[in-house]
């Protein structure tokens, strides 16, 4: 944990701290604005942080090392963290909300002497990153997650196996990188977006959400891929392989774990087509193919016809299609196609 040093509120729960504030400033205004606005450029960092880590939820869909309760003790530490973080100079920003508020009171800002704009501009931006590189150095510091078996390949993933996998499994990385994972899948998409009538690019969406870019694909008892990268369950209708694993859904809005059987395949090829299959052969999800729905909607039809109990379900693949990330990657392999 960050050492703490002088601040009028150095917890993020020390409600005495604020109140001291008010105090202070019964007797120097000047004093209790500085305060105030080390408090605004504390919850400047606390959405900065909370930025970095929605930005990275997407690699965590289905993790089994995440719970309600790590996400809470998680954002708690992230809050002491901003207020830390901006102790002393911290980024900047402070000395210019101090300025502002110094004029919101009637107070003039220059009886505090001359004013290094150029000094204010440079900290503004090159504190910002410094406190971008401590919080790397707090968070490295951070116990180690358990590991996750990264040693199957994109190569392996891809390759067909003599059976399909089976048994009591869990969740690992089967994809190098989301690079990989794209190159893997995004040949067999377009072979049963064609069949479907479903943009190709929302499919390999709809599967980096179910799998993380890959990170986190169901494996079997012995490790090897399922190659079920759409979390398709094994209900009655199904009579090949399972693997089961811990899952999470909603039920009546509230996220919880449970214990779930799922498909397995001997390939990657027949995971996608047991998944068109699969869309095809039932009547919840005629809006969503057949060329009734755009790309962006793909994922909001799905979830209309009951696909997910997430209710975030058709706007997080919204998201992924239409991210940076999947385009950059999409459109990397066109140019390396044509200039082959």
Do not use: C
């Not at 919080?135 to 490295?140: A, F, G, I, S, T």
């Amino acid at each position: 944990m960050i050492q703490n040093s002088h601040n009028a509120a150095n917890v993020f729960t020390d409600i005495n701290g604020l109140q001291g504030i008010r105090t202070l400033g019964k007797t120097d205004q000047d004093a209790a604005l500085k305060e105030v606005a080390k408090q605004f450029e504390s919850m400047f960092v606390s959405m900065m942080l909370k930025s970095m880590r929605d930005a990275s939820d997407v690699f965590s869909e289905d993790s089994l090392f995440g719970s309600p309760e790590a996400d809470f003790y998680q954002n708690m530490y992230d809050d002491q963290m901003a207020v830390t973080l901006t102790e002393g100079e911290g980024t900047g920003l402070a000395e210019v909300i101090h300025r502002q508020l110094m004029s919101q009171y009637g107070m003039d800002p220059n009886t505090t002497g001359e004013v290094d704009q150029q000094r204010i501009f440079d900290r503004r931006f090159t504190g910002i990153s410094q406190t971008i590189k401590r919080v790397e150095e707090e968070l490295e510091k951070l116990p180690a997650s358990p590991q996750r078996d990264d040693k199957m390949t994109s190569t392996l993933a891809s390759q067909p196996t003599a059976a399909a996998t089976s048994g009591a499994g869990s969740k690992g990385q089967s994809f190098a990188s989301p690079a990989d994972f794209v190159a893997a899948v995004y040949p067999y998409a377009e072979k049963v977006g064609s069949e479907l009538g479903v943009d190709p690019k929302a499919i390999v969406a709809q599967a980096a959400l179910e799998t993380g870019w890959g990170k986190y694909t169901i494996k079997g008892e012995d490790g090897r891929p399922s190659f079920n990268l759409f979390g398709i369950k094994a209900d009655s209708r199904w009579d090949g392989d399972v693997v089961s694993i811990q899952t999470h859904e909603y039920r009546q809005g509230v996220k919880v774990n449970e214990q779930a059987d799922f498909r397995s395949y001997a390939s990657l090829e027949d995971g996608l087509q047991d998944y068109a299959d699969f869309l095809r052969d039932s009547t919840r999800y005629q809006d969503a193919i057949n060329e009734k729905t755009s790309g962006a909607a793909y994922g909001h039809a799905l979830q209309q016809g009951g696909y997910a109990t997430d209710p975030e379900y058709g706007n997080k693949v919204e998201r992924i299609y239409n991210g940076d990330l999947l385009n950059k990657v999409l459109n990397s392999s066109t140019e390396e196609n044509r200039d082959g």
